[in-house]
């Protein structure tokens, strides 16, 4: 379909590894976000792109914490030296002007063993 | 930090019920957004109301904000099963922060 796509849908890795997300938004979206939902938890906002710009990472929890969009279009996720507390779903959004309305992926199910 | 909160944190009726969930949030906002997200799925954008209205419609849905109050509620009139899923609020807040409560987890019975 045309929605927003995240891959992969489901990551378990062992502690202090990294990892990557990968979200690829609705084609001519202008704005992306990340957000992070901890279970039974509304999404926390991590970050947000317009166009290859980020302009706005006051919501990533530590500098372990990275995220890219370079040709504005793609853009990846990630963490590294992961931590148990990082298990998390992991969403991404995007819009096509400004901050909303705002179509989610189906989100990463990151788990941290 | 999540800035609404949404009450009832679980709810539970029979199919044909109306169901009403409130919010309420912290700081002067730009608008208010209901989403609807199923388990093991992203959020959907069900409707916006922004900070000069009162209420607003969509299908079966309606929405109400009171900013003097800094809450809103969302009814979902005549519910199916199929409405079951977990119910968000959202603030566009005037430092353009788009924050999520906590949810309401809405169960329909057929």
């Known amino acids: 379909g045309a929605g927003v796509s995240q891959s992969p849908r489901y990551k378990v890795a062992k502690r202090g590894q990294d990892v990557a997300l990968r979200c690829d938004p609705i084609s001519g979206h202008v704005s992306l976000f990340w957000y992070q939902q901890a279970l039974g938890q509304g999404p926390e906002f991590l970050t947000y792109?317009?166009?290859?710009?980020?302009?706005?990472k006051s919501g990533l929890p530590s500098d372990r914490f990275f995220a890219e969009r370079p040709e504005g279009s793609v853009s990846t996720l990630k963490i590294q030296r992961t931590q148990q507390e990082d298990s998390a779903v992991y969403l991404c959004a995007s819009s096509s002007e400004g901050r909303q309305p705002q179509h989610f992926g189906d989100g990463t199910r990151l788990s941290i063993l | 930090s999540q800035q609404g909160e949404e009450d009832p944190q679980a709810l539970s009726i029979q199919e044909g019920e109306n169901a009403t969930m409130n919010c309420s949030y912290k700081?002067?906002?730009?608008?208010l957004q209901w989403y609807r997200q199923n388990s093991g799925r992203g959020l959907v954008h069900l409707i916006l109301?922004?900070?000069?209205?009162r209420e607003k419609h969509s299908g079966r849905l309606r929405v109400t904000l009171d900013t003097s109050k800094k809450s809103s509620s969302l009814l979902i009139t005549a519910s199916r099963a199929a409405d079951t899923a977990s119910y968000f609020c959202?603030?566009?807040?005037?430092?353009?922060?788009?924050?999520f409560g906590a949810g309401t987890r809405l169960t329909v019975k057929p």
């Open positions: 700081t002067s906002i730009n608008n």
């Open positions: 959202a603030t566009d807040d005037i430092d353009n922060d788009m924050r």
């Open positions: 109301i922004r900070s000069n209205e």
């Open positions: 792109f317009q166009n290859e710009a980020q302009l706005d």
